[in-house]
């Protein structure tokens, strides 16, 4: 590996260092290292983000959270808003990694790696997560949804580079995350599933079985409509799994990680007190 | 470039290579204690303490240490006294082949500091990153236990 590594102290410095087409920014380097060392990235710079001390900022925005580029997964577990304000974000991280991984990594590094299977994401994109892009045209905007457009793929262009992220308050819904893996300790999804819920407004999302991240909208609006009594239950099951498009891999099948999902709901909204008062 | 690291109590100058990773440069200093096992942040052998909180070292940069503060299982003890957390790894036989105890050890040593009475359930998910292939963690989870008694001053 050889590459430079810089460490600005100061975001127009770091501006600088990112119009060269081949640096990569580092905030835990929990994933770009690992990438790094298997030869699948080689960027020339590193650019570390550590010094930048705007990004470690998580602040209270009334409806919503701004969360920084910086801010790690132990620093979030730690914080009183996100604590109160967002039950799915924490229960997600959570199941990330270790102790050791959540205390470098970060949400918005889970969002850059745009992995299909990001814990955190799934708890973003359930949040309705609007990603802040800073870049040499100036700041936009975007939803977390389009934002990531494929494994490891965003919309992010040369000179841009994620600030922050801004998530909705969710703590007047009822919130669930689940990970399905191998095992245990250290492991990467089989599938995973967020659920929000406030009584018939649901939010659904779903983890490793497609190429991103994936929001159940169409099941979603199917719930809200007709609930899931009786015969209801199953067709909203089916439209969940077909929001869903899964690959064969090294950690599942493709049949298997559907009916994971399947088995999965059928257990989270099949409960006798019509769909899922152990929703919590 | 150089940068200032202190370790254990004691202060280091070092030259680093703009790349290196904190736990060559631990390694060069001879704190072998900080073992390279997978070197892609899966098995946490290479665990030290930054500032108090478990990381890994195969994956921090030496230059984003600059200035702060390292412990590792070397800065424990006395020499001729073994640290309570050591104590109860030994009278527990909590370790095997070894190779993963020093890191073991340094994430007790910031589970301890944060929860000084976990039960068995935190201890489990605290240390779910170190990977250890020889046991099956129930007696490293005794020693957890064993030692929250030792530093509480529970048992002699």
């Known amino acids: ?280 | 470039m150089k940068i200032t690291i202190n370790v254990n109590g004691k202060t280091h100058v070092v030259k680093i290579e703009s790349a290196e990773m904190l736990l060559d440069t631990l390694r060069r200093l001879g704190y072998k204690s900080v073992h390279r096992s997978c070197d892609s942040a899966s098995c946490s052998s290479c665990t030290v303490l930054l500032d108090g909180n478990p990381v890994l070292s195969c994956c921090v940069f030496s230059a984003t240490a600059d200035g702060r503060f390292v412990e590792t299982v070397e800065g424990l003890g006395s020499g001729e006294e073994l640290h309570p957390i050591q104590k109860a790894f030994l009278e527990e036989g909590a370790s095997q082949c070894g190779y993963c105890i020093p890191s073991l050890i340094m994430t007790t040593k910031a589970l301890l500091a944060v929860e000084p009475d976990p039960t068995e359930s935190e201890i489990r998910e605290m240390l779910v990153g170190n990977i250890c292939r020889c046991t099956g963690y129930e007696a490293q989870t005794r020693a957890v236990k064993k030692a929250s008694r030792y530093l509480r001053g529970d048992e002699e």
């Open chain 1, 1 to 280: 590996m050889t590459f430079k590594l810089m460490i600005p102290n100061t975001e127009g410095e770091l501006q600088q260092e990112l119009m060269d087409d081949e640096a990569r920014i580092l905030a835990g380097g929990t994933d770009l290292m690992v990438q790094m060392r298997s030869g699948k990235v080689a960027p020339t710079r590193v650019v570390s983000i550590k010094k930048l001390e705007r990004l470690k900022e998580i602040s209270d925005l009334g409806e919503r959270i701004r969360i920084g580029a910086a801010v790690t997964y132990s620093e979030l577990q730690r914080s009183h808003i996100l604590q109160e304000k967002s039950p799915i974000l924490l229960k997600a991280i959570r199941q990330i990694g270790s102790l050791q991984i959540r205390n470098r990594g970060t949400a918005v590094g889970n969002i850059a790696n745009a992995s299909p299977a990001g814990d955190a994401v799934l708890a973003m994109v359930l949040s309705e997560a609007r990603v802040e892009i800073m870049g040499p045209k100036g700041e936009r905007h975007e939803s977390i949804e389009s934002f990531i457009i494929g494994p490891g793929r965003t919309t992010l262009s040369t000179g841009e580079y994620i600030r922050a992220v801004v998530i909705e308050k969710t703590d007047d819904w009822q919130s669930l995350f689940i990970k399905v893996g191998q095992r245990n300790a250290m492991c990467i999804s089989v599938a995973s599933i967020g659920v929000l819920r406030k009584g018939k407004e649901v939010r659904l999302a779903f983890g490793s079985v497609a190429p991103v991240v994936v929001r159940a909208h169409k099941a979603e609006r199917f719930f809200t409509r007709e609930g899931i009594d009786g015969t209801k239950l199953g067709e909203f099951v089916e439209r969940c799994v077909e929001s869903i498009s899964p690959i064969d891999d090294v950690r599942a099948s493709s049949w298997y990680r559907r009916q994971v999902v399947r088995g999965e709901l059928m257990k989270i909204f099949g409960h006798p007190d019509v769909g899922g008062t152990d929703v919590t």
